[in-house]
């Protein structure tokens, strides 16, 4: 069993920046697939970004992509999203997700374990 606790949302002029992190308890973290989805509100849950096992491998919906980044620390259990140059459509509730496979995923089924979701507001 794998527990995930978002934190770092909150409230941000459009063109700032915030930093959520994720912390998971358990020894599995080292050999998940995390990911981080979005989901704003009257809208279906998305897939912003996800990184591999070792952290060598990431990749980013192209609506973030340039401008978020995704990393890891497994020595702290911990993933981190540094989002950059924030807009106003990126107003949603954060997700952290974790995946027992191997391959990484964008699509949110696939994931096994989800946080509480934190919220970030982009103000226009």
């Known amino acids: 069993q794998v527990q995930l606790v978002e934190s770092g949302g909150g409230l941000v002029q459009a063109g700032g920046s915030l930093r959520l992190s994720c912390v998971a308890s358990?020894?599995?973290?080292?050999?998940?697939?995390m990911g981080w989805f979005r989901q704003a509100p009257g809208k279906e849950r998305e897939f912003v970004t996800a990184?591999?096992?070792?952290?060598?491998?990431?990749y980013y919906a192209d609506s973030v992509k340039g401008r978020f980044t995704i990393s890891r620390d497994n020595a702290k259990n911990t993933v981190y999203l540094q989002m950059n140059s924030l807009k106003h459509e990126d107003t949603a509730v954060y997700y952290c997700?974790?995946?027992?496979?191997?391959?990484?995923?964008?699509?949110?089924?696939?994931?096994?374990?989800w946080g509480q979701g934190t919220q970030v507001t982009v103000s226009s």
């Open positions: 358990g020894r599995t973290f080292s050999n998940s697939v």
């Open positions: 997700a974790a995946d027992r496979g191997v391959v990484v995923a964008t699509i949110a089924s696939t994931y096994d374990y």
């Open positions: 990184i591999s096992r070792s952290g060598s491998s990431t």
